[in-house]
């Protein structure tokens, strides 16, 4: 059973940053692809940032391109996201997720609330 675990959300001031990372167990091998995904309150999950395990082709929410970083350390199956310039419409509960050949992952979810 894989388990994903976030950390590193916050509160922050605007044009703030914050660095999310995502731990995750069990081998790299079978991921197909990693993401981060974002949920604020009455509205759908929505894709932030998904990094291809093949070649690490990484695309980005139009929303965040050139505020957010996705990258990854194989060494220890991590995932982080390093957000800059935060903005209020940034605030939401951010999840990582693993879509590997035994199913789909996703990790608890750590809060990020962007407010002065």
């Known amino acids: 059973q894989v388990q994903l675990v976030e950390s590193g959300g916050g509160l922050v001031q605007p044009g703030g940053s914050l660095r999310l990372s995502c731990a995750a167990s069990?081998?790299?091998?079978?991921?197909?692809?990693m993401g981060w995904y974002r949920q604020a309150p009455g509205k759908v999950r929505e894709l932030v940032a998904r990094?291809?395990?093949?070649?690490?082709?990484?695309n980005y929410a139009d929303s965040v391109k050139g505020r957010f970083t996705a990258s990854r350390d194989n060494a220890s199956n991590t995932m982080y996201l390093q957000m800059n310039s935060l903005k209020p419409e940034d605030t939401a509960v951010y999840y990582c997720n693993q879509v590997r050949i035994s199913g789909d992952y996703w990790g608890q979810g750590t809060q990020v609330t962007v407010s002065s």
């Open positions: 990094i291809t395990s093949r070649g690490g082709t990484i």
């Open positions: 069990g081998s790299i091998l079978g991921i197909i692809v």
